[in-house]
């Protein structure tokens, strides 16, 4: 069975500083991934995903992933983060077209 | 456009009851539908998934059960709650037939065994 492991719990960072937050999965064939972000208060929301093509994916808000299959990594990057940026980012693992498994999520907390 | 509904949005069980928690999707058709549950510092399990009526998959075995009774419903049920059971549910569906369809969610009910 498929598994994501996102090794960042909680991360705090000042506003214009750089993102990254890792995914790791372990599934040996086909994958689509995604990352979702939670904003406080709110419903889980797709921020990009990767389905086949370009391995670097760009999202809303100037998020971006890059799927290297070669260390089953989807990690997600930002240039520069705000303080809306503060929310709870998940990674999934959706293989064929039906299972999706999360990760245990990582808590983003900008300072202003 | 699509939308999902979960009902209700909190509760409040005693240990040993029964529980039916229902989730509704309109403007779609055919779609895979998902119970999650959501716990601080654990992510989201997947509790179980469905990609048609009457067709359901387990992830977790225990105390939980689900059905599909219609295209466009999905309910989570338990015969006798535990305290375990408390949690945030969330019902999730998404497009069938291409990977890369996303997940779309549900408000949540928060659900307290007493």
């Known amino acids: 069975a498929q598994s994501v492991s996102q090794h960042n719990h909680h991360v705090i960072l000042s506003e214009a500083a750089s993102l990254e937050l890792g995914c790791n999965y372990s599934?040996?064939?086909?994958?689509?991934l995604f990352w979702y972000v939670q904003y406080p208060g709110q419903h889980l929301q797709l921020l990009l995903k990767?389905?086949?093509?370009?391995?670097l994916v760009k999202g809303i808000k100037g998020f971006e992933a890059e799927f290297i299959k070669s260390k089953f990594s989807f990690n997600l990057r930002k240039p520069s983060v705000q303080w809306s940026d503060t929310a709870e980012y998940f990674c999934?693992?959706?293989?064929?077209?039906?299972?999706?498994?999360f990760g245990t999520g990582t808590k983003l907390q900008v300072i202003p | 456009s699509q939308t999902i509904h979960q009902w209700p949005a909190t509760l409040v069980q005693p240990v040993g009851s029964p529980l039916s928690l229902e989730c509704t999707v309109e403007?779609?058709?055919?779609?895979?539908l998902y119970w999650y549950r959501q716990a601080a510092g654990r992510g989201l399990q997947l509790l179980f998934y469905?990609?048609?009526?009457?067709?359901i998959s387990s992830e977790v075995p225990q105390n939980l059960s689900a059905s599909r009774p219609q295209d466009r419903q999905f309910i989570l049920s338990s015969k006798k709650l535990l305290l375990s059971d408390s949690g945030f549910y969330l019902c999730a569906w998404s497009g069938i037939g291409t990977g890369d369809s996303p997940l779309h969610f549900g408000n949540g009910t928060r659900l307290t065994v007493t």
């Open positions: 999934a693992v959706k293989v064929g077209y039906q299972k999706v498994t």
């Open positions: 599934y040996g064939g086909t994958v689509n």
């Open positions: 403007g779609t058709s055919n779609p895979n």
């Open positions: 990767y389905f086949s093509g370009d391995p």
């Open positions: 469905s990609v048609g009526i009457g067709q």
